[in-house]
């Protein structure tokens, strides 16, 4: 027998309610239930330590499925910093809701413990991506859009300038535009606490995507985000396009145009992919597995869904079908 009309209204109430409840644990809202990502801690730029070009003297901590950590974790890839800075790669505790090394690191079993080590504040965040001085023991920067900056100034024996100076005020343009619509717009999105909330954030998004596609299409192939050569601008698109059919458009919602529609940005996509050093960077079954398994009140199944393989992503965009006024959608038996 069906549940009761009344029955079935308590408990879509009774949901809504915990539902908000538990969305409040992911992330603060404001009273129109927009995304407010919380403020980090260490989020100054400093400047190079003078022991930077010292073999090991730091450590990037990264996770794999952070798209914050991604970024820095490219730089550090792109401009082959290795000898000077280990990458130490933390995994995910779900159930504790903190990130875990996989052994012991400076004598510290989880981030949470790294971060009382090198003094920060009882109740700081202990959040990836962030630089460690080993023999200090202090955290020097850890928000990822300085993160990538420092990195990019960071003595390398042979890694680009991403930040060319011919180009300096169209990548600060595309930075910041990426940082709020696209970066943290996938999140704004999925995060929503309202429709229209949702839709404002989802709107802005495929606004600056079709942005970034119409400019990418008018380089015919060529060039990068802001201009000739490679730019932080890329680095910071990167992680959220590679992640988009992956994870983003299943579970935050984000499914208006799928990257093939978007070929200025699929192509792309394919050479940022290619170039040295960054396949090593994607982990698309961790990818998964952390976000649909951690993501509870969005994903209560915590069921992991097959996802294409990454290597249909990125290469020529998917053949389209070679009657444009064919009507796919019906139905012929
Ligand atoms: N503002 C930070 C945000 C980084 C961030 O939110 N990292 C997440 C993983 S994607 C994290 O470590 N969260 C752990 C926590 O909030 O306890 C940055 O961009 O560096």
Known sequence: MPPSPLLVRVARGAWQWQWQQLMGGLGPADSEGNYRRPEGAFAALPAVPADAAEPEAHVLVVGRSCPWAHRAWLVWSLRQLAASITLVVVEPD????????????????????????????????????VLVSRKSRQIVVGESARLIELLNHWPSPAGPDLEPPAQRQATQHWRELLQGRVNDGVYRCGFARSQAAY???????????????????????????????????????????????????????????????????????????????????????????????????????????????????????????????????????
């Open 94 to 129: 779900p159930a504790a809701g903190r990130w875990r090394f996989s052994e012991a690191f400076l004598g510290c079993e989880t981030l949470q413990e790294l971060y009382t080590q090198c003094g920060a504040a009882a109740g700081t965040r202990a959040t990836v991506p």
């Open 199 to 333: 839709d404002r954030a989802e709107t802005a998004l495929f606004d600056a995507l079709g942005e970034a596609d119409a400019l990418l299409q008018q380089h015919g192939g060529d060039g990068w985000l802001s201009g000739p050569e490679l730019s932080l601008a890329d680095v910071q698109l990167f992680p959220t396009l590679i992640r988009l059919e992956l994870v983003y458009a299943p579970l935050f919602g984000v499914s208006r145009r799928p990257l093939w529609q978007l070929p200025g940005l699929w192509r792309w996509r394919s050479r940022f992919h290619g170039l040295p050093g960054v396949a090593a960077t994607c982990w698309p079954e961790a990818w998964r597995r952390d976000y649909f398994g951690a993501l509870f009140p969005l994903h209560p199944s915590g069921i992991v869904p097959a996802g294409p393989p990454l290597a249909t992503l990125v290469g020529e965009p998917p053949a389209r079908p070679n009657r444009p006024d064919a009507n796919h959608d019906r139905f012929e038996p």
